[in-house]
């Protein structure tokens, strides 16, 4: 991809997407004028993502996972930091250079119905990204809306085309969502939580679609969730958001095998997997519930919560990333 | 005779009326409960399930098209009360509901302590204080702090409203609560806790409970029984033990299969195809068109067949006059 700036490194195309020390605050005002502090939705967030790589962001609502989702589409201007998107910082795009930047990055949201316009039919809502994109042959757009249907599994397509989302399943209406996604040929697909109003059944066809599409197009697939017990089969990194923050980062197996941070082990302790014997025991709940946004806790901001916590340290200073375990990071004082 | 069920269901159904035509929402089922049970109704959207709840508790549309069958709660025959009586002397006192995303139905204006001691003052006529005391040791058993019972409801997080909402279900001590969805709009660690207070209760008050989901691995948090419901019918009915480590009907297994679970690598399957209409559902099974064990039985109705004590399964596979020659 030719870009005008000479003065960019030369292996800055080798990973996709670079975020370093992203904040996306939302203001609080009284009276629309006075300001009374923020929302810290997300603060202080640094990854890097490969081309061709399946990631997940894994946390509970309010952890600003869904924030950052919306940042890294360019919907929320970051409060600070930097977003690099194949080279190129998204902050400093120009109005034409944001919108190509949209064609390259796939948007696939939680609630297919609610994402999907109920007036207009199945053809004209993905022919829709490619009028605004400019494709103004007809028929070109007819061949990509059947292909893109086909490699969704609607097919044959002819019998799709004229439904209106009303008419079509939770499942199928999730099947439009990702081929809306997919028709500008994107590098990247942010998906937000694509299955969680599906039913089980259903969720593993979509999420196995999802995977065999990432795969054969080697796309970069950002796939926010809350359930930790789908991630392993379908992304090869895990994140772990907590207030704001990324508190721990491993490959998949890795982190689900050997959980570093206090919270994710919170979180896995508590998720249960179908045996007759869960009735019988109680299960471990740390106490409390995630802290505000707003004036979020000092030092570490699980500390309030944590079985661990050491006074004077962990309320007191913000836990760098450590690394416990090669290529796995956790942001925990425990590993000092 | 003391092991007497507590609650026995005979042949329950419920049409709607709608633009459409009939839907049969819950289309003959039968079960029982003992006495501090826990049954789980398992199944997916559209299975039926909340009409289950709905009719049990008969807090009904007004589109019903037709109802039908018997429920026995102890000696009392249900069915034959009248709505007054039905209001006056069961609900919220021996048999409570706790619906979906309830903990969003609790009054905005009205301290929650005083909406949790409210049934015990409009059934029972208790004082208002003695209700407050006894809302008091309810809310320590659901695991909120009594501080908050002079909080308003947007005071509350969405857990401990939720927990709010069970802990007015069980005020009166009813003999039986009825959970439907009850922690599908939480996260998980406020599931998990959610999950334990209940335990909690099922131990010290002794109460039975029907919790009604489609979150298989949720629900065995609770279950002592299993009951798996499939386009408006059970088709599996069995103890927690068996259903979760060798389910018998095809649908179960393949259920079991489509969940992904934390601790295995074995990758979850889809189940292919999609549950019938509940307009017409098909004559004969109505699992059969998805199922990969389907013969020329299934054309019929399968009857619910006994497999062992408290173990039935509504698949022909398990009728031994249909194993061999029946084909």
């Known amino acids: ?336 | 005779m003391g092991d007497a069920p507590l609650l026995r269901v005979d042949d329950l159904q419920l049409h709607y009326q709608t633009r459409q035509g009939v839907v049969h929402a819950v289309d003959g089922i039968d079960f029982e409960l003992k006495r501090n049970e826990a049954l789980v109704v398992l199944g997916e959207s559209g299975c039926g399930k909340s009409s289950l709840a709905k009719a049990l508790m008969r807090v009904l549309p007004r589109n019903v098209h037709h109802q039908g069958g018997r429920v026995h709660l102890g000696d009392t025959e249900l069915t034959a009360l009248s709505d007054e009586r039905f209001r006056r002397e069961v609900q919220w006192s021996r048999m409570a509901l706790v619906m979906q995303a309830s903990m969003n139905a609790l009054n905005p204006v009205v301290k929650v302590g005083e909406q949790v001691a409210e049934p015990l003052r409009v059934l029972r006529r208790w004082p208002r204080r003695q209700a407050l005391a006894r809302a008091a040791e309810v809310f320590a058993l659901v695991g909120i702090s009594t501080d908050f019972m002079t909080r308003y409801p947007f005071e509350l997080s969405g857990g401990m409203r939720q927990r709010a909402v069970l802990a007015m279900a069980l005020v009166a001590e009813p003999e039986l609560v009825i959970l439907d969805e009850p922690t599908s709009a939480l996260d998980v660690l406020t599931q998990a806790s959610i999950m334990n207070a209940l335990k909690r209760v099922k131990r010290e008050l002794g109460t039975s409970f029907i919790l009604i989901t489609h979150d298989v691995a949720t629900s065995s948090e609770l279950a002592d029984r299993v009951a798996l419901m499939y386009a408006g019918q059970l088709v599996e009915v069995s103890d927690a033990e068996r259903f979760f480590s060798d389910p018998a009907h095809p649908y179960s297994q393949m259920l079991m299969a489509s969940v992904p679970k934390l601790r295995q690598r074995s990758r979850p399957q889809a189940i292919p195809g999609q549950p019938p209409s509940l307009f017409e559902p098909p004559a004969g099974c109505r699992f059969a068109a998805r199922c990969p064990h389907r013969f020329a039985a299934c054309s019929r109705d399968p009857r619910a067949i006994r497999l062992a004590e408290r173990h039935r399964v509504r698949c022909w596979l398990h009728d031994d006059t249909q194993a061999g020659g029946g084909a």
């Open chain 1, 1 to 336: 991809m030719a870009t005008s700036r000479a003065d960019l490194p030369a292996n800055a195309e080798a990973s996709l997407l670079k975020v370093r020390d992203l904040h996306t605050w939302f203001e609080l005002r009284q009276w629309g004028f006075l300001r009374v502090g923020a929302v810290h939705a997300v603060d202080g967030v640094n990854f890097t993502l490969e081309r061709g790589e399946a990631v997940a962001f894994v946390g509970e609502s309010g952890c600003g996972k869904s924030s950052l989702a919306r940042t890294l589409l360019g919907l929320h201007r970051p409060t600070r930091g930097s977003v690099r998107f194949a080279g190129r910082e998204m902050q400093s795009l120009s109005p034409a250079e944001l919108k190509a930047y949209r064609a390259e990055v796939g948007y696939v949201q939680q609630d297919p119905y609610g994402a999907l316009p109920p007036f207009l039919d199945v053809r004209r809502i993905l022919a829709e990204p490619l009028i605004v994109h400019g494709i103004k042959d007809r028929q070109e757009r007819e061949r990509r809306i059947r292909a893109v249907l086909e490699e969704v599994r609607l097919s044959p397509a002819e019998e799709y085309l004229g439904k209106f989302p009303h008419m079509l399943s939770g499942g199928q209406q999730q099947r439009v969502v990702i081929a809306r996604a997919l028709i500008l040929a994107p590098s990247m697909i942010i998906a937000d939580e694509p299955v969680s109003m599906l039913d089980a059944s259903v969720r593993v066809e979509i999420l196995n679609l999802l995977r065999g599409i990432q795969a054969r197009r080697e796309l970069t697939l950002v796939f926010i969730t809350h359930d930790l017990s789908t991630v392993r089969h379908f992304a090869e990194r895990i994140f772990v958001m907590y207030a704001g923050q990324v508190v721990e980062s491993a490959a998949v197996d890795e982190l689900l095998d050997h959980p570093q941070h206090p919270y994710t082990q919170a979180l896995l302790a508590a998720i249960a997997d179908p045996d007759a014997a869960n009735a019988r025991r109680l299960r471990e709940v740390p106490a409390g519930e995630p802290p505000s946004l707003i004036q979020p806790p000092t030092g570490c901001r699980f500390h309030p919560r944590c079985p661990h916590a050491m006074a004077g340290l962990c309320d007191r200073d913000d836990p760098p990333d450590f690394t416990p375990r090669e290529n796995h990071l956790s942001a925990c004082w425990l590993h000092r």
